[in-house]
């Protein structure tokens, strides 16, 4: 049996990620007597479905929010408890209350937003072990939304990864999946200025613009949107 899960229901918890595991469930009962019948040993469990990546916000850009797993169901859902917790508090001036950023799972590693300065992290998802993180010179420049934020976005051409994401100050940052170092290919070497090429002159400093969402991937195109009192969302 499948079926839809919303992945922010399990992954996320206020300033902070946690991630399940199943403890099995023993039954005691009595002795059996030699003339007993055989046991009849339970079926091999089924193999993991092969793909169990989970490599944008809403699992893909139709938004289905599914993924084909299907470990957690109705019979064992009681017997989930915490295998690890990572704690989001000091990635920025004070602990982000209102975390709700989706992770993402590519390859055995996971990436997420975190904390009021929104660092990127990469995360073993077995452990919730650090593998490298991320931090943005925003170069004095200030965001209209704080915090984590949504969550960021993935793009491959089958040989190169990259993690990209919007920062505070309204940047769009393009990083290596493996080692969290920017794309030096990528915008100047560092990050795209999204606050350039409107309309109207935008200050580059003030708390005029934003974005809380993830930026959509389309095979080699990166969509982003933004939040402005000027112009409003768009």
């Known amino acids: 049996m499948t079926r839809k899960i919303d992945r922010r229901e399990v992954l996320a918890s206020v300033s902070g990620l946690a991630f399940l595991h199943f403890t099995p469930a023993y039954a005691q009962g009595p002795s059996r007597s030699p003339a007993a019948p055989p046991v009849t040993p339970s079926p091999a469990p089924a193999a993991a479905p092969r793909d169990t990546n989970w490599a944008s916000y809403a699992a893909d850009n139709a938004a289905t929010r599914y993924a084909p797993l299907d470990q957690i169901n109705a ?33 055995k590693r996971l990436y997420s937003t975190v904390g009021m300065e929104r660092y990127v992290v990469c995360l073993d998802p077995g452990t919730g072990q650090i593998i490298w993180t991320y931090r943005h010179d925003e170069k004095g420049r200030l965001g209209l939304r704080p915090g984590s934020g949504w969550g960021l976005a993935y793009w491959t051409d089958g040989t190169d990864e ?23 290919n990528f915008g100047d070497g560092v990050e795209v200025d999204l606050r350039k090429d409107w309309d109207h002159e935008v200050d580059p400093r003030a708390p005029n613009v934003g974005l809380h969402a993830a930026p959509t991937v389309v095979r080699n195109t990166v969509v982003v949107g933004s939040a402005s009192p000027e112009t409003g969302p768009g």
Do not use: C, H, M
């Open 162 to 184: 990259r993690i990209l994401y919007v920062t505070r100050s309204y940047q769009l940052v393009s990083l290596d999946a493996k080692t969290g170092r920017p794309d030096p």
């Open 75 to 107: 019979g064992n859902f009681n017997r989930l408890e915490v295998a690890w917790r990572f704690k989001t508090d000091n990635y920025g001036p004070r602990a982000d209350s209102y975390f709700n950023a989706t992770p993402l799972v590519i390859n």
